[in-house]
């Protein structure tokens, strides 16, 4: 090579003055051999291919014409034949895979100071790329020190190029200019693998090693997946994203999975409703008694096949067809319509006063402090009443049924909302003018006992609100009335006010014709615990979450105590309990924070009933499209979650913090899931998974 300061020239590209020409001169168009006048200058180093070595001489040889070639060609020395023979052997015996590795998709990358704990780099070629989808499940062989190991797929699979950075200029121009360009870098694939353990002896252990670089990655087929996944089962909630045909499926009968509570969440349009009618028709075929809370109506048709064009497509796609339940039941508050009003298994009921915790009814109507104090001590007055009037206890049983009452959870047995009023109008008749008149100590004539009750009628539970120069009472309380006023005398009161501002609010509640109405039934709990039946209670025509909630709280203790005792029964007959799941719609209006912190005896209801139903085969289904409102307390009580489309940032960081076990991966997810599409985290499965929830087969009424 000569280098003149304008760069290094290959021997035979240098002319006789130093300027750069080319071996050939072109003449007329054509090419011919180009002819040298002179030769080259000793001492440049130039030697023709096949000339002889000098002995020191600065005599340079002759120029070699391209005819004179065959004469210098000599053959290749059999001792350096060999060892390229050799060297092509060891070439071709690298080149041949061992059977196993032919099934690896990649190998783990060297680790970098961006490393992080229980996750690892895989590099594939660009053929492999294809067989590693996220989500997917691999199996890391560590060659150096034999460990294997089972992970996931959480990032990627990327494809970068091989020759430069993917961000570089280079590589930018070659992609931009596809429509030009016929050729391309070639590249390789990156994924990132999160470790869900070791395998040690078929058990999965957390690890306590890093695979070592270079270690082969094989991907788990669909049936080793379902296995080590945990989504086995006869309850089907959809399909795997990342698989072709692996379902998401539950243990319908496993007491560590729907017992344990679940959260149904996500943005309205998200598929939340979808996600419930599907576990209506899928729970229903398990031989689940399912009762649903039902704010809308939405279920009240749930018995139809569904009609709407895009779930009849989307379920063919699926290979599956329309079907409505069997055997369902539609309850209503009297006084109230249904969404259903003609299905032919429709039931009003009313509630019972005596059911309901005086607590939780405090904190349902809201009342003042001043007022709680006030509607307690009526409480208790109306419980000696009951004695004294022999309307409860009437045997020993019944005493020692009222010694058990816990007023924190139920009620007093056979007490009515009305005998808790005429005791609050006592108390308004004694702070009266005429009531301190009629206890001077002056005894009453039967005279004057019935102008106390002159121009009342007793067989009127709403005539109106009467002034206190009156003493109003209208339950079996009306035929002693001086026995109602020696009770109330003995616990007095002051501050007319709050009895006046509790007695309007207790009217209220009376007006709305659901305490003990006539010859309306009650809930009938056990026919609602019928395997296999589900029962739609229709809240769509109440108009009032106050009123929504004083329900759910009373038919939830009812579903409780009925369950318990079966499952007491069933323990004893060594027998199997049937399972029960309670779906309740718009948790958030039942149990926001708001709300707790008003209604903490309330709370304290629902969080007995979640503790006490994981051991009865009682589950809890909280479903909301606002679960930012739902405080830390609720979702405590959760262990399964099905998570649709967030798209809200803080609601989304705040069920990370409150949720755990859900890789930042699938968070970062949430917020683009399209409709159908779900975070599914149950106690069974081994990790979180991304499913396409399953089209709904029954009728699902779309609600604005």
């Not at 011919?32 to 096949?50: V, Y």
């Not at 039902?294 to 379920?315: F, I, K, N």
């Not at 009921?349 to 405090?362: E, M, Q, R």
């Not at 025509?541 to 105590?561: F, K, M």
Request: with cysteine; aromatic share 6%; net charge neutral.
């Amino acid at each position: 090579m000569v280098d003149d300061g304008k760069g290094p020239r290959p021997p035979g590209m240098e002319g006789l003055n130093g300027s750069r020409t080319s071996p050939f001169h072109v003449v007329n168009g054509s090419r011919r051999d180009a002819q040298r006048s002179e030769t080259p200058p000793a001492g440049n180093g130039f030697r023709p291919a096949g000339a002889p070595q000098s002995n020191g001489a600065k005599t340079p040889a002759p120029l070699v014409a391209p005819s004179t070639r065959e004469d210098v060609v000599r053959p290749t020395p059999p001792e350096a034949q060999a060892r390229m023979d050799a060297l092509r052997n060891e070439v071709k015996a690298a080149a041949r895979l061992t059977p196993e590795l032919e099934q690896a998709v990649g190998f783990t990358h060297f680790d970098t100071p961006s490393s992080q704990d229980n996750l690892i780099t895989v590099l594939m070629t660009r053929d492999d790329l294809h067989l590693l989808a996220s989500q997917t499940l691999v199996r890391v062989k560590s060659r150096e020190d034999g460990r294997a190991y089972l992970g996931v797929v959480v990032r990627g699979p990327f494809a970068e190029p091989n020759a430069v950075p993917a961000n570089s200029t280079m590589a930018i121009g070659v992609v931009t200019q596809g429509k030009k360009l016929s050729y391309t870098f070639d590249y390789h694939g990156r994924a990132e693998v999160e470790l869900l353990g070791e395998e040690v002896e078929g058990t999965l252990k957390p690890p306590r090693f890093r695979p070592q670089p270079q270690s082969p990655v094989f991907v788990l087929d669909e049936q080793e997946s379902e296995r080590v996944l945990g989504v086995g089962g006869d309850l089907c909630l959809g399909v795997v994203v990342g698989y072709e045909n692996m379902e998401a499926r539950l243990h319908a009968r496993d007491k560590a999975i729907l017992p344990r509570h679940t959260g149904i969440i996500g943005t309205t349009g998200g598929g939340k409703s979808t996600t419930v009618a599907t576990l209506i028709h899928r729970a229903q075929a398990a031989g689940i008694a399912t009762i649903v809370f039902d704010v809308e109506g939405e279920y009240s048709h749930v018995d139809q096949p569904t009609d709407h064009a895009a779930m009849l497509e989307a379920l063919k796609r699926r290979g599956q067809k329309p079907q409505g339940v069997r055997d369902l039941h539609i309850h209503h508050l009297t006084g109230r319509d249904s969404r259903n009003p003609h299905h032919r298994n429709l039931h009003p009921f009313a509630l019972n006063f005596s059911s309901l915790s005086p607590y939780a009814l405090a904190e349902i109507l809201e009342i003042s402090d001043a007022q709680q104090e006030r509607f307690l001590k009526a409480y208790d007055v109306t419980k000696l009443l009951l004695e004294d009037f022999k309307i409860f206890p009437r045997t020993a049983q019944e005493e020692q049924q009222a010694l058990d009452v816990d007023e924190h959870t139920t009620g007093y047995p056979r007490m009515t909302i009305q005998h808790v009023l005429d005791v609050v109008n006592a108390y308004i008749y004694s702070l009266s003018d005429e009531g301190k008149g009629e206890t001077k100590g002056r005894s009453r004539s039967k005279s004057k006992q019935s102008s106390i009750l002159e121009g009342l009628d007793p067989d009127e539970p709403q005539a109106p609100e009467v002034p206190p120069r009156i003493l109003a009472l209208y339950s079996e309380f009306r035929s002693d009335p001086g026995l109602v006023m020696k009770r109330v005398m003995q616990q007095s009161s002051r501050l007319a006010v709050s009895w006046k501002g509790l007695a309007s609010k207790l009217h209220r509640l009376r007006r709305l014709n659901i305490f003990d109405v006539g010859r309306v039934p009650g809930v009938a709990y056990g026919s609602m615990l019928t395997p296999g039946r589900v029962s739609v209670i229709d809240l769509s025509d109440t108009d009032s979450p106050q009123l929504n909630n004083l329900v759910i709280a009373d038919i939830l203790r009812g579903l409780q105590e009925t369950q318990e005792a079966r499952y007491q029964k069933a323990n004893d007959n060594e027998q199997a309990v049937t399972p029960v799941l309670i779906i309740i719609e718009e948790a958030h209006e039942f149990l926001s924070a708001s709300r707790i912190s008003q209604m903490p005896v309330l709370f304290e209801q629902v969080a007995r009933i979640a503790k006490r139903g994981r051991k009865r085969w009682l589950g809890l289904v909280f479903v909301t499209q606002l679960p930012q409102h739902l405080p830390n307390e609720v979702l405590g009580l959760l262990n399964n979650f099905i998570i649709h489309k967030i798209t809200d940032s803080t609601v989304i960081s705040r069920m990370q913090r409150t949720v755990g076990n859900i890789d930042e991966g699938l968070w970062n997810r949430v917020s683009r899931l399209a409709p159908g599409q779900a975070l599914v985290s149950f106690s069974n499965f081994t990790r979180p998974l991304m499913v396409a929830v399953d089209p709904a087969p029954v009728k699902r009424l779309l609600v604005e």
